[in-house]
């Protein structure tokens, strides 16, 4: 991870524009972004309709910084049309998600579009597609950050959704999103009756590298958040490591009985830089203060 921390969020809460209402209601709830979703929740003939929620939704919002739209894929009617809708709106969200992407030249297009009419949000893609897992370097190089899209990539490989399958892509994408910066978000969990499912796949997916991890269900941000946001324990020793090892002159230090050196103190450093820029942004992390210094 190179240049300033990019502030990531932990937890993303998908609500299709089916409903103000329903739109609205859904920001009561705990996610560091709330997404108004375009595309695969809405069906074809309610497109007219969902656009002029998410408009109606974007004028209301208190914060449209953390606000997210998934729009259709781009090249077809339904994405122009979100587009316009987008851009020809006063307020406009802080992350636009991008559906079906096969390229990076797509993001770049997107960028393109969205900034001749002065907006310039942050473009997010879905990685769903062969093509997307395959070019992944170059697409994490492009976009500011990326979505596991398990449900179509499985569909597309004929494999079940389950961990094993849809491992590899993962790991792919941790590695990419790593080299650039970017933000690393994992797929929904489409297990709902099964809560365990959901804080393994979760904390599996930490392991991993990830940083987030999306929801289709408000009941689920409690377990993503808890294992996702920053830790005021991993706060706190992150930056005892960064100490330690500036106290050794950049070189090898020993702390509670472990080993550390240069690696683990650039881990610590972006560990806590990245747990400032999320505090920055979605809320306030509770610090941790054991060692006696600030967390």
């Excluded at 894929?73 to 122009?80: C, F, I, T, W």
């Excluded at 978000?185 to 809560?195: C, F, K, S, V």
């Excluded at 830790?231 to 960064?242: C, I, K, Q």
């Amino acid at each position: 991870m190179t240049g300033t921390a990019r502030a990531v969020p932990r937890s993303i809460l998908y609500t299709p524009a089916l409903s103000l209402e329903r739109v609205v209601k859904a920001w009561s709830y705990d996610a560091d972004v709330h997404l108004i979703d375009l595309e695969d929740s809405v069906p074809p003939a309610d497109k007219p309709a969902a656009r002029a929620v998410c408009r109606a939704a974007l004028e209301q919002a208190p914060r449209p910084q953390n606000l997210a739209v998934r729009i259709n894929e781009l090249g077809s009617l339904a994405a122009l049309h979100d587009l316009l809708m987008l851009t020809d709106s006063q307020i406009r969200p802080g992350i636009v998600l991008m559906t079906m992407v096969t390229s990076a030249d797509e993001v770049d297009l997107l960028r393109r579009m969205l900034a001749s009419a002065g907006a310039f949000p942050e473009v997010y893609v879905t990685v769903e597609t062969v093509e997307a897992v395959t070019r992944i370097d170059s697409i994490a190089g492009a976009a500011d950050g990326l979505v596991f899209g398990s449900a179509d990539l499985a569909a597309t490989l004929g494999v079940d959704i389950g961990w094993e399958a849809m491992q590899a892509a993962r790991q792919a994408m941790a590695m990419a999103c790593a080299r650039f910066g970017t933000a690393c978000i994992d797929t929904a969990n489409y297990r709902l009756a099964e809560p365990a499912v959901l804080t393994e796949e979760t904390t599996r997916v930490r392991a991993l590298g990830f940083h987030g991890k999306a929801t289709v269900h408000p009941r689920e941000l409690d377990v993503i958040n808890r294992i996702l946001r920053p830790r005021p324990d991993e706060l706190a020793l992150a930056r005892r490591v960064a100490r330690a090892v500036a106290a050794a002159d950049g070189g090898i230090a020993v702390l509670d009985g472990n080993m550390v050196g240069p690696p683990f103190a650039r881990l610590a450093r972006d560990t806590v830089a990245r747990g400032d820029a999320w505090t920055s942004r979605f809320g306030v992390c509770v610090t941790g203060t054991a060692d006696g210094g600030e967390a």
